[in-house]
């Protein structure tokens, strides 16, 4: 009898994991719409590349919730092909991830999009917010995955805030990303660098130059 009811206590999870549609991405110029929601917002004249030369990567994850749903990340077009190959490597692991949505959503703030653990690509802005270098976020070739559970750590403290239960890497919680895991197996496979083993740790941050 108990064996009957701790068996029915778990078919519910098995059965998500087990019937997960398969993956699925798609790649495709900037729709109008998408256009319309990047000016003035995350991408203005002055950035360092034009609209022309990113891509909407839709690419189908695997959430906290146990089920599958469907994001958008803003890329560049040299590299969409390969991230949406990243992305199929972490939904293959069952690697959680909270949301994805465009930083447009956000009002293209980078403390807002990760204070709500987003997922995101493209954002035409400096690096560390400061004049006049520009990150690498700012040329779509750099993506921050599960800002929360994996937070930059630097002199004036932990960013996300809300990361501060997640500095100790010692742990290994749902959505942390850890060196030979299966998201930086899935990212050096495409030869980006983690953010993660730079002196001022930057766990969520991956690039293609690792800067």
Known sequence: MIIAIVALALMPIQASAATAPPYRSSVRPLPARTKDLMRGSSWHRGC?????????????????????????????????DEVAHAFGRLYEARFPIRRMKLV??????????MAADNTSGFN????????????????GK???????ENPEIWSGGVSP???ADYV??????RGMIHRGDAVCSAFHAAGWSWGGR??????????????
């Open 48 to 80: 360092p590349v034009g609209l022309d030369m990113l891509r909407l990567v839709r690419v189908r994850y695997w959430g906290f919730d146990r089920e599958a749903h469907m994001g958008n990340i803003v890329v560049h077009r040299r590299v969409a």
């Open 104 to 113: 447009d959503r956000y009002g293209a703030s980078d403390r807002r999009s």
């Open 124 to 139: 035409c802005r400096y690096r560390n917010g400061v004049c006049c270098r520009w990150s690498m976020h700012a040329y």
């Open 142 to 148: 750099a993506i921050d995955i599960d800002p929360v």
């Open 161 to 163: 805030p809300s990361g």
């Open 168 to 173: 100790d890497r010692s742990q290994h919680r």
């Open 198 to 211: 730079w002196r001022s740790p930057d766990y969520q941050h991956f690039s293609t130059n690792g800067k």
